[in-house]
């Protein structure tokens, strides 16, 4: 349980008969928050949203806004370049705020959403941002100063570094646990082991809106090992994949023998440049230790989840595995 800082005690909260005081988790306390900014500064809605390159993953809403929980959004190009233009005099957030503020401007279009909001930050990194939005005038450029919206993203920004400490936490619980649950021949998770941890790694996600990236390997020419060399071949084979899976991948990303000659990954918390990146060094260690393998990616959407992409990714490996096998029948 998380404590509200000094100064928010015995705010009432619209719908709520209990003071503004303890919260179970990040987003009970971000739910109470825009319930109270509401109150205080009534807009069209209130949201927090989970910042990942030139996207914004709406993880709370309340209100009526032109999107939805759980919608990606992109940002606009000016935003972005304001950001970056701002990056050697100024934080991430502060540069992507003031582009937003920009949006309050009395010479904008009518029915133009205008946004006011401060940012979450964990350590030195931008997370995300606590927003208001609206169509009408009444929102104005004084509301970006608001004591009361930067005082409530810092409280949300401490409640998040602990839960998210905590969770790293249960994440390695969560790992020494799976240790029983791993392929004996690889050293790698098992089926069941993968089953456990994307499970978890999908609640995750879906809290955090984590980005997260599935990538599904299957083998070429274990069968043909095995029969013309012997099993013990074949194994050594096996272990050779694993270790170059082992080479390359992170300490919290999750790599498995399911079964056979099927391995797969999930990279954990990931962008496309670093899924793409990763993508790249298995290939190159898969060459390095004399195996070929077909791979295929997907990246987790909000609507599918981890399970979507496993299932994506599976058809493009298999569509990569046959277009080999068109180009090199006898390579298997």
Request: proline share 2%.
């Amino acid at each position: 349980m998380f404590r509200v800082a000094s100064g928010f005690e015995g705010v009432i909260i619209s719908g709520h008969s209990n003071a503004f005081g303890d919260f179970a988790d990040f987003g009970e306390a971000a739910e109470g928050v825009m319930d109270m900014l509401n109150e205080l500064h009534v807009l069209d809605a209130w949201f927090v949203t989970r910042i990942r390159l030139d996207e914004w993953i709406v993880t709370h809403l309340r209100g009526n806004a032109p999107f939805e929980r759980g919608q990606t959004l992109k940002i606009p190009a000016a935003m972005r370049e304001a950001m970056l233009r701002g990056r050697a005099e100024k934080s991430k957030a502060e540069a992507e705020l003031e582009a937003m503020a920009g949006r309050t401007a009395s010479d904008r279009s009518p029915g133009e959403p205008a946004f006011v909001g401060a940012p979450l930050v964990v350590g030195d990194q931008l997370f995300g941002v606590l927003c208001g939005v609206d169509t009408s005038s009444k929102l104005t450029a004084a509301h970006r100063d608001s004591p009361h919206l930067m005082t409530a993203a810092r409280i949300l920004s401490t409640i998040l570094r602990n839960e998210l400490e905590n969770e790293e936490l249960v994440r390695r619980a969560e790992r020494a646990e799976a240790d029983a649950l791993v392929d004996q021949l690889t050293g790698l998770f098992n089926r069941r082991g993968w089953e456990r941890l994307t499970e978890a790694e999908e609640t995750r996600s879906a809290r955090y809106g984590h980005g997260a990236t599935v990538l599904m390997m299957d083998v070429d020419g274990l069968k043909k090992k095995n029969d013309s060399e012997g099993h013990p071949a074949g194994d050594e084979l096996l272990r050779r994949v694993a270790d170059a899976v082992r080479s390359v991948i992170r300490e919290h990303d999750v790599a498995a023998r399911l079964g056979g000659d099927e391995f797969a990954v999930l990279a954990v918390e990931s962008d496309d440049e670093q899924a793409s990146g990763l993508h790249q060094r298995l290939e190159e260690a898969f060459i390095a230790a004399g195996v070929q393998l077909s791979i295929g990616a997907a990246h987790r959407i909000c609507d599918g989840g981890i399970a979507d992409a496993v299932a994506r990714a599976d058809a493009a490996m298999y569509a990569r595995k046959a277009a080999r096998a068109a180009v090199e029948p006898n390579g298997r």
